[in-house]
């Protein structure tokens, strides 16, 4: 990709002048602080370079993303209703109840993050984030920060960049279902609450009245929906479906204005089928193979790493049949181990960065809950200069890709979150950048 790299050297020779360098430096952080890009008390990012991708990558990201969610739409049509295969993926009791109840919009996908990595050229899909698919707006906002930078402007006097920001998409979707009234729904005490006053900010900036609420503050009055006094129809739904399990005394009433139609929820609670990580389980042990077209199954195949439920028995690898837990113990430092339902990195054992003991006593507890266990997938590592020192300082970060998608199949910007370490979740002190396409790079 000698284009790419001609690119990324251009962009660190205009950062040698140490004047133009300071003033990136100075107005960097000044956007960021503005636009009030933080995860609770942090800057989501003091990298002083966007990331760019060639027109190949972005154009595999396009279709890989259209490809799974109309995957993702099917299944969790399919899945919400199969107590079977609930139970399969881990889902049971009230949280089954909660995907399976009657909702409006419950076969409806509206959008997804599928969260992935660029290994030897091929993306590879890590986790399906489709119940709370956050960041989209961070990044937006991050791109309008290094639109107006000096250097961006002299950058892109010679250098074609292209980029789908993410918002106007959300927007779409709401707008589909002309609300009288939209709620953008969290607990009032989460680190993200940032993002959700830009979204909202984009609502009514194009007309719709939007509010930020908690799902304990939603009321059923007259037969309606009430937030703040007012009906609301339409829920921008960010609070996680397993919260609301966990929490459900809390929310008894939200769940109602749900049950009974009262509100319309995007993503419905209906879409915990579709995000937790065992569904990428059940397709390597051959339990999606119905419910797949040819050409989806061959996505699957070639974009989704080798995952399994951790529990004993044999399961398919490479062609035949093995014992799970023979196979985990003894291929420790090609693996990952994970939570099927957590969320930030929470819980993530990897293999690599354990001792032996330390990865088998990790197994042991997870055949005690609902956990996977994953091949690895090579992390690329691409050098971003900092904003943390006076000087130009160069640092090797680990990047995702991560395309947004869109109803009905369209994919809008790629999140790429950037880290030192082998964890990229901004919670646990990732950062995040916005991509742009370099225009006829490979």
Known sequence: MPRLKTAIERWNRLLENDALLRETRDQFMAGVRAHGLVYGDRVISTVLRPRFVGEATWKQAAEVGASFHRALARLQRLLRQDAGMLKALGIRGRLAELVGMPQRGADDLWFTRLDGFVDRGVLRLVEFNVDSPGGAAFVDAMARVFAGLEVFRRFTRDVGLSRRPSIPWIRRCVARLAPARVAIIDWREVATRREFQLIAEDLRGHGFDT??????????????????????????????????????????????????????????????????????????????????????????????????????????????????????VSRRERLVLKPSDAYGAEGIVLGWRCSQSEWENALCDAL???FVVQERVAIPLEEFPDADEGTLRLRPMHTELSPYTFHPQSTAECLSRLSASDFLNVKTGGGVVPTYVLRDAR
Not at 228 to 256: I, M
Not at 312 to 320: L, S
């Open 211 to 328: 509010v930020i609420a908690d799902p304990r503050d939603v009321e059923i009055k007259r037969g309606r929906a009430v937030v703040e006094g007012k009906p609301v129809d339409v829920v921008l739904k960010r609070v996680l479906v397993t919260d609301l399990e966990q929490r459900y005394d809390e929310v008894k009433t939200f769940l109602r204005a749900i049950r009974e139609g009262l509100i319309y929820c995007l993503n419905p609670p209906a879409c915990q089928a579709v995000t937790t990580k065992s569904l990428l389980a059940l397709f390597h042990e051959g339990m999606l193979a119905a419910h797949l077209t040819r050409a989806q199954h061959e996505a699957w195949r070639r974009h989704v790493p080798w995952t399994a439920r951790v529990r004993e028995g044999r399961v398919p690898w490479r062609g035949r049949s093995v014992d799970l837990i023979s196979l985990a």
């Open 368 to 370: 005690k809950s609902e």
